[in-house]
């Protein structure tokens, strides 16, 4: 089956700092989401990316399927952004199963 | 408009007994999807229902089950429960069309332990 992995795995910033998270996959795929997931253990929905770029305020993520990996830009990094951060794909339409990568935790410091 | 909503949040159950979880997806979806995430394994694929269909199923035992009622609503049943079923169970939705990607929303999830 398709990997998915995260880099890196633990990032810890001081508030207002910048951070790149990256997702690389090993094949082609048709859906790409990113998460946020709370310390209550919800997802939230950042983006759906499966090419291209995207904004959303202080984040943004960009998406080269051609050379299978996307990153998660976040600017000015506020105390609520910790959590983990999930890249999740589907390869195959007619299997609507999301893969998960394992996460990079983000820990943002007063 | 209203999440996905799951019942119940937590729920403790002893070893050999059955748990079931229940979804309700966003209005207008019509596939539901359930993920377990267990402490170090990640998030994994379990289940989806369409249309009260089960399309596509997980590396996971018999022992987890579900259906799909008319209204899309979910329930995922763990029978003959084991200590490594002590996981937070997500379920999401997302409409469902041939050939086009859609974006999937999850619950808040159910905490289950099993002692």
């Known amino acids: 089956g398709i990997q998915v992995e995260q880099s890196p795995p633990d990032l810890i910033l001081q508030e207002g700092a910048n951070s790149t998270l990256r997702c690389n996959f090993s094949d082609s795929v048709n859906n790409l989401q990113w998460f946020h997931q709370n310390p209550w253990g919800q997802l939230i929905n950042l983006f759906y990316i499966p090419s291209g770029t995207k904004q959303n305020g202080r984040l943004s993520a960009t998406t080269v399927a051609t050379e299978r990996y996307s990153l998660l830009y976040i600017s000015s990094s506020q105390t609520t952004d910790s959590g983990v951060y999930f890249c999740?794909?589907?390869?195959?339409?007619?299997?609507?199963?999301?893969?998960f990568g394992t996460g990079t935790r983000l820990t943002i410091i007063p | 408009e209203a999440g996905v909503t799951q019942s119940p949040t937590h729920l403790i159950k002893t070893r050999g007994q059955q748990a079931t979880l229940r979804c309700s997806p966003i209005s207008g979806h019509t596939s539901v999807y359930w993920y377990q995430q267990a402490l170090g394994l990640g998030l994994q694929f379990l289940l989806w229902y369409d249309e009260g269909e089960e399309r596509n199923r997980g590396n996971f035992p018999p022992r987890f089950s579900g259906r799909q009622f008319p209204n899309y609503s979910s329930e995922l049943n763990v029978n003959a429960l084991e200590l490594e079923d002590s996981a937070l169970y997500l379920c999401?939705?997302?409409?469902?069309?041939?050939?086009?990607?859609?974006?999937?929303?999850f619950g808040p999830g159910t905490r289950l332990l099993v002692l």
């Open positions: 999401a939705s997302s409409l469902y069309r041939t050939k086009v990607a859609e974006t999937q929303y």
């Open positions: 999740a794909v589907e390869q195959d339409f007619g299997n609507e199963k999301l893969t």
